[in-house]
């Protein structure tokens, strides 16, 4: 049987052109991810809606993902592939239409949830596509270069128009390029790709629905339970101890089910293999640790006042070393110059070094040049420990457990963004509370530094013609601000630094496992008990 072709003949043989074409495709999907993401603060005020509330619309769309993904795949081996990407661009603007009307926030997570399995439709088909251009050998480290890297720059790329647009226009403008960059993506795929490919149609029977919705009720009740936990205060309120309720039961009829059906979503075994749950568990530590740069992103705009377009620059040098260093680590990977350990030490120790530069660089009064080097070492990392995960990941699991080994990581990138979420929000605030009180215990008449700050703020408001009572009131109001920003900048650093000593402890423990291995196994050998002498 001949392979399928999926490219019409104008471009089958222009290989830059077959790339741009996948970029874009690939892009048109995920950009939803990072419109709305800079779109949330104009949302909350359209909506009426409260932060967590966007932060839970935000996972529900990747609940959608990784609730479809198993399944989508089994429609790629049934539908044409130019059909199926067609029909999943033309539902995904239609949803952002309806997005841009939509007044209701339970309605909201509706849609949302909606676009994330559209985005997981359309991601997944592209990165097929991604590896049908690509010799057998280096189809996993290039297509995951290429896909990964997309999906961890993209937020950037969107934004750096998208701040153009909200600072110029109603946000809703935004919406309107992302739709209109949709229709060209649909074009794209119209004169592209061929209508029949050649390949051969796999039924679609046995498709396990009842495990799909299981999973989605899962997932959005575990995103519900870690985004308004500190809210509700946790297990004191009876919404977060009923959707706590919904995800246990839920993963463990989710789990039971993939045991005992034929042809489940995920195969159970796959958790067997030890370098797999290994490969997860270093997934989750740099999913988690890489959400630090948030922290300086929002230290830009909000202690610093940059503008969207100064904060959009910054990500730009981030993403700058996430490309260079995810060359540098495909090409090296695919030459088998160095092993997958040597990559995730470099990558880790460099995460170590962001934090700890991060940790005693924080201070109110920081330039661009300042935060450059940093942010760009955190990109260099990502890029050297992203891309050798997954591939060591999937490549634990043998053939028969399919994508298996893709799907979890997909699952284990939603938690771990859950946990993130939470994780940093909960740090924050026990930090925020320590430095406060600490600070507290000096803020007395009593203390000649704090009378002397007042004083100079009293006599700068009255400088200015205010009133006494005036200056006194202002002089106070700047001491809280002044209080507040320094608790935060020391919640900041000690947060780095944790994050820091974890990964510092997680690259030592990479180094050190392969020879205590070794040892064990030499001591076990020795004491092993020749038949003869028994």
Aim: one cysteine or more.
């Amino acid at each position: 049987m001949s392979k399928p072709v999926y490219f019409k003949d104008w471009i089958n043989g222009w290989q830059w052109g077959v790339r741009i074409a996948l970029f874009l495709i690939l892009l048109g999907s995920l950009m939803q991810f990072g419109m709305f993401s800079l779109t949330q603060n104009y949302m909350i005020a359209y909506l009426g809606a409260q932060p967590e509330d966007i932060s839970f619309a935000l996972l529900l769309c990747y609940a959608g993902i990784i609730s479809i993904l198993p399944v989508q795949f089994r429609f790629l081996k049934y539908f044409e592939t130019r059909n199926y990407l067609v029909t999943n661009i033309m539902l995904a603007v239609l949803l952002n239409c309806l997005c841009l009307n939509c007044q209701d926030i339970h309605f909201f997570f509706i849609l949302r949830f909606l676009q994330g399995i559209l985005v997981g439709n359309t991601a997944a088909c592209a990165l097929i596509l991604i590896f049908t251009r690509l010799e057998s050998e280096r189809a996993q480290a290039i297509g995951s270069a290429v896909f990964y890297g997309t999906i961890l720059a993209n937020t950037v790329l969107i934004g750096l128009v998208a701040a153009f647009v909200v600072v110029s226009a109603d946000w809703k403008v935004a919406y309107y390029y992302l739709i209109g960059f949709q229709i060209i993506t649909l074009l794209i795929s119209l004169l592209a790709l061929r209508g029949t490919s050649g390949h051969k149609p796999y039924p679609l029977y046995q498709i396990d629905w009842a495990g799909f919705i299981l999973f989605t009720c899962t997932s959005a009740a575990f995103a519900y339970t870690m985004i308004y936990g500190s809210k509700y205060y946790w297990f004191s309120d009876t919404r977060i101890l009923f959707s706590s309720l919904i995800t246990f039961c839920g993963a463990v009829l989710f789990f039971y089910r993939q045991s005992i059906v034929k042809r489940p979503l995920i195969y159970i075994k796959a958790f067997k293999y030890p370098n797999f749950l290994i490969g997860l568990c270093l997934l989750a530590v740099y999913y988690g640790s890489k959400d630090s740069i948030n922290l300086i992103y929002n230290y830009a705009g909000g202690v610093l006042k940059w503008s969207t377009i100064q904060v959009i620059a910054l990500s730009l040098c981030n993403v700058g070393g996430i490309v260079v260093s995810l060359i540098i680590s495909t090409r090296l990977t695919l030459a088998k110059r160095h092993s997958i350990k040597g990559f995730l030490v470099i990558g880790f120790l460099l995460m170590v070094g962001y934090n700890l530069w991060m940790c005693f660089l924080m201070t109110p009064d920081l330039s661009f040049t300042d935060l450059l080097f940093p942010v760009m070492m955190q990109g260099a990392a990502s890029g050297f420990l992203f891309v050798p995960i997954i591939i060591f990941t999937v490549s634990s699991l043998p053939s028969e457990t399919g994508t298996t080994g893709l799907v979890v990581a997909a699952y284990a990138r939603f938690m771990a963004s859950c946990n993130s979420v939470a994780g940093y929000y909960n740090l924050q605030l026990y930090f925020n509370q320590h430095f406060k009180e600490g600070f507290m215990g000096y803020l007395t008449v009593d203390n000649v530094i704090t009378a002397d700050r007042i004083k100079d703020f009293k006599a700068l408001y009255a400088g200015k013609g205010f009133s006494a009572d005036q200056a006194s009131a202002l002089a106070n109001a700047a001491l809280g601000q002044s209080l507040a920003q320094q608790t935060q900048l020391l919640t900041n650093r000690a947060v780095f630094l944790s994050i820091a000593l974890l990964l510092f402890g997680v690259a030592m423990l990479i180094l050190m496992i392969p020879a205590i291995n070794k040892t064990l196994l030499h001591w076990n050998r020795r004491m092993v008990v020749p038949e003869g002498n028994l």
